[in-house]
């Protein structure tokens, strides 16, 4: 290819977790931003649910998921993480689980391709992962 420049090299153990670190405050702020955001759109919906969790991956963890052989070729940096903010929304009736998926379909960009409905195996259960900038009002 013409221009195209040397192959970043992956990213050391210790720069991931340097910038995990550097930018925890980052991401334990979006967390509380989209918690409450979420919170509010079932709301507004009058969905019931229980709670709405959020977590900031530890770096142990973040470092035993970079370092997984299986997944070394996937990782190269930080951002391709799929998972170092998250939240879980807990609902109490089975019957709203669709009904919370919309929501969070219509309020962002899913990426499809790292998602799974673990309903078939464990009842009530999806994982998304937002793949652009939210639209939070």
Same mark, same amino acid.
């Given at each position: ?21 550097? $930018? +925890? ?7 509380? @931003?989209?918690? !409450? =955001?979420?919170? /509010? %759109?079932?709301?507004? @919906? ?8 959020? $977590? #900031? &991956?530890? !770096?142990? &963890?973040?470092?035993? /998921?970079?370092?997984?052989? =299986?997944?070394?070729? +996937?990782?190269? $940096?930080?951002?391709?993480? *799929? ?6 929304? #807990? *609902?109490?009736?089975?019957? &709203?689980?669709? !009904?919370? /998926? ?13 998602? =799974?409905? &673990?309903?078939? +195996?464990?009842?009530? #259960?999806? =994982?998304?992962?937002? *793949? !652009?900038? %939210? +639209?939070?009002?």
């Amino acid at each position: 290819m013409i221009g195209a420049g040397p192959k970043e090299q992956r990213a050391s153990i210790e720069q991931v977790l340097s910038e995990l670190e550097a $930018r +925890r405050p980052i991401f334990e702020s979006l967390c509380k @931003e989209l918690s !409450a =955001h979420i919170e /509010k %759109c079932l709301r507004d @919906e009058q969905i019931v649910f229980q709670v709405v969790q959020s $977590r #900031v &991956k530890s !770096a142990a &963890k973040v470092e035993a /998921k970079y370092m997984a052989l =299986h997944k070394a070729s +996937r990782y190269e $940096r930080l951002e391709d993480l *799929t998972d170092i903010a998250a939240l879980r929304i #807990v *609902t109490y009736y089975e019957d &709203k689980v669709d !009904a919370i /998926k919309s929501i969070l379909e219509r309020e962002f960009q899913i990426d499809w391709e790292n998602c =799974h409905d &673990k309903r078939p +195996r464990q009842s009530r #259960v999806i =994982h998304l992962l937002r *793949t !652009a900038p %939210c +639209r939070i009002a």
